[in-house]
C-alpha cells in the first residue's frame, strides 16, 4: 500500500563504485536537471504494472506521457521489487532501502558475474 498511494518523485541520487564510499551523483544537486524533467514521477499500480511519467511540464511537447511502462513484484518478503521493462526480457531487480509515508529508497547494483561493477541509490518522495 505505501508504495502503490502516490506517485514518487526523485529528489536525490547517489552512486558507489565498486565497494567503496556512496557519492552524490549529477542528479544530487538538481542543479544539472532540466526543469523539465524535475516533475517526472513514477507510478506504482496495485495491479502490478508501473510507469515512468512525464510530470506536467514536458521537454518537448511531442515526447510521450509515459516514458517507460512494466510490471512490478516484490521478492523477498518485500525488501526487494523486480521490474520488468515492456518489451524487454530483463527483469530488474532493485534492493528496497526504505519505504514509508514520505520516502522510497532503491538501491540498483550493475555487475559482472559476481562482480560488483557499481551501485546506484535513489531516493524518492510524494
Not at 498511494?5 to 552512486?15: D, F, G, L, M, S
Not at 565497494?19 to 506504482?44: I, Q, R, T
Not at 512525464?54 to 518478503?77: H, I, L, Y
Request: aromatic content about 12%.
Amino acid at each position: 500500500q505505501l508504495l502503490t498511494q502516490r506517485n514518487w518523485k526523485i529528489v536525490a541520487t547517489e552512486k558507489q563504485n565498486g565497494l567503496g564510499n556512496w557519492s552524490p551523483s549529477y542528479l544530487a544537486s538538481f542543479s544539472f536537471v532540466a526543469a523539465c524533467e524535475k516533475d517526472n514521477c513514477y507510478v506504482f499500480r496495485t495491479n502490478g504494472n508501473y510507469e515512468q511519467n512525464e510530470g506536467a511540464a514536458k521537454c518537448s511537447s511531442t515526447d510521450p506521457q509515459v516514458m517507460k511502462n512494466g510490471t512490478w513484484r516484490f521478492q523477498d518478503n518485500e525488501t526487494k521489487i523486480s521490474l520488468l521493462i515492456a518489451g524487454s526480457t530483463w527483469d530488474t531487480k532493485v534492493f528496497v532501502e526504505q519505504l514509508d509515508e514520505n520516502k522510497l529508497k532503491l538501491t540498483f547494483t550493475y555487475s559482472s558475474g559476481d562482480f560488483v561493477l557499481s551501485r546506484e541509490r535513489i531516493t524518492y518522495r510524494h
